[in-house]
């Protein structure tokens, strides 16, 4: 026994065989009927539509065996794959492939056999359609023809399975993509670290997300209830009004402005609010897109900077009035020496009571260190009355204890030398209180002199905590918004989409993605046209003009354009862009290659509507124009003529050349029945030698007659094969005519097929 070798393409094969899923199936009516016409018009016992898999052939319909599958070795139809045609064995035992198989030595004891390979599409061959006796005979060619016509059903009907096939493969690819889509959005949506809401025209919430919730403290059904104006704070209601009113009449796609939200507790929250309107392809207002940041704690930062400015700079005044008026004091008294002594007296009661009342505590020590002067201040700042403070050592009041050495060391030296490197400074050195605690002090130190106490030192301190708290949540945030514009700019070098920003058609900016979309290194494309990357200049010039329309107008613009990449390689991009700022002549451009998608498409749509042979529409696209023709002949009152075309000796042209010539054939018919008809005219192919010729605009039915004729005539012209060979065929036409036979496209067609038989029948 010699068992047959694989095909060369026996991978490609399997996959198509088992992306079929005909396999281990049940059986079905569609095939067991053609194992039935088999086993009748060859007259044997045995007849199966066997499907060879890698080990084994498996029977999906069969007559007259008891089995459901062989070993794939000892299989006849493991050979009849191979060949074009029919695999034809008269007599097993006097062949020494199959004089020793188990299947003719054993049951079911084949010794005659015939075999017609069944393809898909592609031409892979999948199976066969097989007839079996089990007695030597010889088939005559009309039975084999038979069985030729019956394995071009079983074609059909395995190619029917595999477009079918494609076309769920298709719906679900589609699916999982938009699936997949949908699941990034709505991820990015759920961890965005800012409030995302979509507000209907109501101004109700249709879709927030958890940092919105947040934002505002309420539940989600909670927020879905209320308007954005039940939200806001009062006084910011009009403001915001204002601006949806100008979205609304075209003034721009988005504005920003920092409003207050109300909490359910009664409680402020600060946002800077965006708010972008989405409108459908028409330019109909859908929805508000609101994006919400809280800035609470930077408006109160810098609300306390603020008040803190005042205070310094109203402190400031006061000092310098003060100091004006001492001037003025000082000058009065020396103009009047006879009241000078009178005059010192009220300038140091001045003097006592603007240090008492002063805003900084005021603290006076003597060189030993010994407090001689304590402020109203002093005594709320420190805890300690006047009283209680003056006489003591300062160190022991206000000086925490890991300093004390260091001060009294200081307090030395200033006593030996007179000289300290930290009078007339602006100094921060912590302080303690009489709790013992301690707080950030702001300290000036000045030297006076005294006729009583020789060298004085006279202190200004003033509390600094909240304003170093103040400087230091300013210094996270401005640390928080430097790291997050890093890594907004490492998302947008490394987003897979590509991003453009242009000003006037002249590239300012373009994200890594972009340039290895288009083959270009980093940095580039910077200041180049954007024309560079398009494939020719009308595509450039249009794009330009409408891009112009859209984006002047406010809104945004999208198409789908080919591009060229920089080594010359086109490709089909998405392209979104809208302007930075609206009036502004900056654009900012979201790029995404679909060059994978267009060729896919092209590829389905092919698959799906024209016949793989001649290129011409298939059942499918024939029945969609002749409802579309159907619905414009009603309209205008015209007709609508079927033409249903049989070719005539096309049987003997497959018997003497083969398949392959017959094929040219069909390809060469096609072209012919093209040139007969206009461009508004459908030339169909539903298989094997049947073709339609969908006339459209019909006047009278006698109108078809003369491109029938053309057609007739053309067809009948002598054809030269590949070979050299020159065969000739002729065609049998049935016409039907809508509204005149039939206003239902299947109708029709069943009724111009009956006219073609009759009018085969009258020859």
């Not at 493969?169 to 759920?190: C, G, I, N, R």
């Not at 029945?623 to 579309?628: A, C, F, G, P, T």
Request: hydrophobic share 40%.
């Amino acid at each position: 026994m010699t068992a047959a070798p694989f095909p060369h393409q026996e991978t490609d094969r399997l996959q198509a065989l088992h992306a079929l899923q005909l396999l281990d199936t049940a059986p079905e009516p569609a095939f067991d009927a053609l194992t039935r016409l088999a086993a009748s018009v060859l007259q044997v016992p045995i007849a199966a539509v066997s499907l060879v898999d890698l080990h084994r052939q498996w029977f999906k319909s069969q007559l007259g065996l008891d089995v459901s599958e062989t070993p794939r070795d000892a299989a006849f139809c493991a050979h009849a794959i191979l060949g074009d045609g029919p695999l034809v064995i008269s007599d097993a035992q006097q062949d020494p492939r199959f004089a020793d198989n188990p299947l003719v030595t054993g049951a079911p004891h084949i010794r005659a056999y015939a075999g017609v390979p069944l393809r898909t599409s592609d031409g892979m061959a999948i199976g066969t359609l097989c007839a079996i006796d089990r007695r030597p005979r010889q088939f005559s060619p009309e039975q084999l023809q038979q069985l030729r016509d019956l394995a071009v059903l079983a074609t059909r009907e395995v190619q029917s399975r595999e477009q079918a096939g494609r076309a769920r493969a298709v719906a679900v690819h589609s699916q999982q993509k938009a699936d997949a889509q949908e699941q990034l959005y709505q991820t990015t949506f759920d961890l965005a670290g800012v409030g995302i809401a979509h507000v209907g025209m109501d101004g109700r919430c249709l879709r927030l997300n958890p940092k919105f919730c947040e934002i505002l403290g309420r539940s989600a059904n909670e927020l879905r209830s209320l308007r954005f104006q039940d939200l806001s704070h009062p006084d910011d209601v009009a403001l915001d009004q204002g601006h949806l009113r100008e979205l609304m009449a075209g003034h721009g796609s988005s504005y920003t402005l920092e409003k207050r939200y109300l909490r359910p507790d009664g409680g402020l929250v600060w946002a800077q609010l965006t708010v972008t309107l989405v409108r459908d392809g028409l330019g109909v207002p859908q929805y508000f897109l609101s994006l919400v940041q809280d800035i609470t704690q930077r408006r109160s930062a810098e609300d306390a900077l603020r008040s803190l400015r005042h205070q310094l700079e109203q402190r400031v005044q006061e000092r310098t009035d003060e100091l004006r008026r001492a001037n003025t004091g000082l000058a009065e008294t020396i103009r009047q020496l006879q009241a000078s002594e009178q005059a010192l007296h009220e300038s140091r009661a001045d003097l006592q009571a603007v240090l008492t009342h002063a805003h900084d505590a005021y603290i006076c020590v003597d060189l030993q260190g010994l407090v001689v002067e304590w402020n109203r201040q002093a005594e709320r700042l420190f805890g300690f009355t006047r009283s209680e403070a003056i006489g003591r050592s300062l160190d022991a009041l206000i000086i925490p204890p890991a300093m004390r050495g260091a001060h009294q060391r200081g307090m030395e030296r200033m006593a030996r030398t007179g000289v300290a490197r930290v009078l007339d400074q602006r100094l921060e050195l912590p302080a303690l209180r009489r709790d013992g605690s301690t707080f950030a002090c702001e300290l000036t130190i000045t030297q006076l002199s005294s006729h009583q106490h020789g060298h004085l030192y006279a202190a200004f301190l003033q509390d600094i905590t909240e304003r170093k708290r103040t400087a230091a949540a300013l210094a996270q945030q401005n640390e928080a918004l430097a790291r997050l514009n890093h890594e907004q700019q490492l998302m947008l070098d490394n987003e897979v989409v590509g991003i453009v920003r242009t000003r006037d058609r002249t590239v300012l900016w373009a994200n890594r993605a972009f340039e290895r979309m288009m083959g270009y290194g980093s940095g580039e494309l910077v200041g180049t046209d954007t024309r560079l990357s398009y494939a020719d200049d009308d595509t450039y010039e249009r794009v330009g003009r409408e891009a112009y329309a859209a984006l002047e107008g406010g809104g945004s613009y999208r198409t789908e354009v080919e591009m060229v990449r920089k080594d010359g390689e086109r490709l089909w991009v998405d392209v979104g862009g809208s302007r930075l700022v609206p009036g502004g002549g900056e654009a900012l451009w979201m790029v995404l290659d679909i060059t994978a998608r267009k060729d896919y498409q092209r590829r389905m749509e092919l698959l799906a509507f024209r016949d793989p042979l001649t290129g011409l529409p298939n059942r499918v696209l024939l029945l969609d124009r002749l409802e579309r023709a159907l619905a414009a002949a009603q309209r205008h009152g015209t007709r609508v003529a079927v033409c249903f075309a049989d070719l005539d000796g096309f049987k003997s042209v497959n018997d003497r050349h083969g398949h392959a010539a017959g094929d040219e054939v069909l390809t060469c018919v096609a072209r012919r029945l093209m040139a007969t008809v206009r461009d508004s005219d459908t030339v169909a192919r539903l298989g094997g030698d049947e073709f339609v010729v969908l006339l459209v605009h019909i006047a009278q039915p006698d109108d078809a007659q003369p491109v029938l004729q053309r057609a007739q005539a053309l067809i009948s012209a002598p054809i030269v094969l590949t070979d050299g060979a020159i065969v000739k065929v002729g065609a049998s036409f049935g016409v039907a005519y809508a509204p005149d036979d039939s206003a239902d496209p299947a109708e029709l067609l069943a009724a111009a097929d009956r006219a073609m038989y009759a009018r085969k029948r009258q020859r």
